[in-house]
């Protein structure tokens, strides 16, 4: 098979400055020290000189395809390049034939396969003898989370690594390269220079296409210049790919950042450019939970009922039920309270593992279960004077810990004061007990 451009190549100007921007070594990567660094997991192995076949996950333009070269590269091994959208058994096959005859002659092969998932249950089943003899080290990117795109015979003999979107250090480091490499600084003024950081959304690719348009424009580009530039650098909406992706996140921080007007406009991009209204719909309801929450437990119903007139009436009557939500959600108060402490609560169950409930909440059908004390001194809450009795809820021996911690917007401000009351009656409740418990014992030291 033809073997790939050297990533040593001389830089040609007429090749895009993405491309003449690959980096040349790991260490030239941004973003992903995490994985890269000498002493991160991808990095060990690099210097071990023994790769592991892997699954690498992450958003467009982190830097997936330019690992699995650069892996090859620094470990000697042929690097085979396929994409799944294109190729098939047949492609696979002759692959690993290639593959097999230069392990007769001692050379690995380095088989690198683009967007993965898109290969049915079959074909990824064809890898797994030629990864389990070490034929092949089998490096798939793709941008679909593994544990529901690839099968489990294949996840089980390969590692998944996820590659970070890149954060504003990262994109302002491809920004400087590319100014060096062009000769000239970014004619960029400050405002519009921060505009092109956002747009990427964390996309190197796009970043480096963006610069690349505008360098040719006089100078300072602001940001109504560089936005005249990219509307004419990508008029069509590539729902598929980049645009997807980057209208989607626009739609998303506009309605975070409950600004309903840029809201609108990015949600009409995407209905223009042929956006499947349905996506939007899922997306925003994703949206209602984790940035609005318990501030406005009504957002997330009004995106359900957008869900559902959309799916009742199509296009475009539908879309005016999307729009109305996504008004709603931009203008809802805003937090991520739920959100966080879930997540909180995701890391306190991994952490105190198998903890049985208090046994005064567990039901007892058998006589078994009551002499054990299953449901001994439980207390029903609303037949407490204050319809709040303060019992302890967490496993014995786990001290009391907080996740979800509203704000003071919206409903979450009731919560917040509602909260702390039932704190100080949880308090009070337990002073009382400290102090019966003393009295007891003072009781039994007299007799």
Not at 40 to 52: K, S, Y
Not at 59 to 82: D, H, I, Y
Not at 183 to 208: C, E, I, N
Not at 372 to 386: N, R
Request: glycine share 8%; aromatic share 8%; charged share 25%.
């Amino acid at each position: 098979m033809n073997e790939p451009p050297s990533l040593f190549e001389v830089d040609d100007a007429s090749r895009p400055l993405a491309d003449r921007l690959r980096p040349r070594t790991l260490a030239d990567v941004v973003g992903q020290d995490h994985l890269l660094a000498e002493d991160a997991p991808i990095g060990r192995m690099v210097a071990a000189q023994r790769l592991v076949s892997m699954v690498l996950w992450g958003p467009p333009g982190c830097g997936k395809t330019t690992v699995a070269r650069l892996l090859a590269e620094q470990t000697n091994l042929a690097f085979e390049p396929l994409s799944a959208t294109f190729s098939g058994v047949a492609d696979l096959r002759k692959v690993f034939q290639v593959a097999q005859r230069r392990r007769e002659l001692g050379q690995g092969t380095l088989l690198f396969v683009d967007e993965i998932h898109r290969f049915n249950r079959a074909q990824q089943d064809s890898f797994l003898p030629y990864v389990e003899d070490g034929t092949i080290v089998l490096v798939g990117a793709t941008t679909e989370n593994p544990s529901f795109e690839l099968n489990g015979a294949l996840l089980s003999r390969c590692q998944v690594f996820v590659l970070n979107r890149l954060d504003t250090a990262a994109l302002g480091t491809l920004v400087g390269r590319a100014e060096t490499l062009l000769g000239a600084p970014s004619p960029l003024d400050d405002d519009a220079r921060r505009a092109v950081l956002a747009m990427a959304d964390g996309d190197g690719r796009y970043l480096l296409n963006m610069i690349e348009q505008v360098q040719t424009l006089p100078a300072p580009v602001d940001s109504a210049a560089l936005a005249a530039a990219v509307q004419k650098r990508a008029p069509l909406y590539d729902k598929a790919q980049e645009g997807h992706y980057n209208l989607i996140s626009a739609l998303h921080k506009s309605m975070r950042g409950s600004d309903p007007d840029a809201a609108l406009y990015w949600l009409a991009r995407m209905l223009d450019g042929g956006e499947d209204p349905l996506f939007i719909a899922r997306r925003i309801t994703r949206f209602a939970t984790e940035d609005i929450g318990m501030a406005d437990p009504g957002a997330v119903q009004q995106a359900l009922a957008a869900w559902d007139v959309y799916q009742r009436l199509g296009s475009p009557e539908g879309e005016l039920a999307i729009a109305q939500a996504v008004l709603y959600l931009a203008t809802a108060p805003k937090s991520i309270g739920v959100y966080r402490g879930f997540n909180k609560a995701h890391a306190a169950a991994r952490r105190t593992g198998s903890l049985m409930p208090p046994a005064h909440i567990l039901n007892a059908p058998t006589r078994l279960m009551k002499d054990l004390g299953y449901g001994k001194g439980y207390q029903y809450d609303p037949d407490a004077d204050t319809g709040f009795s303060g019992a302890n809820y967490f496993p014995e021996g786990m001290p009391r810990e907080t996740f979800y911690e509203p704000t003071t917007g919206g409903y979450e401000r009731a919560i917040t004061e509602r909260l702390r009351h039932w704190a100080q009656l949880r308090s009070d409740r337990e002073a009382a007990n400290d102090s019966t418990t003393a009295d007891d014992s003072t009781a039994a030291d007299d007799a």
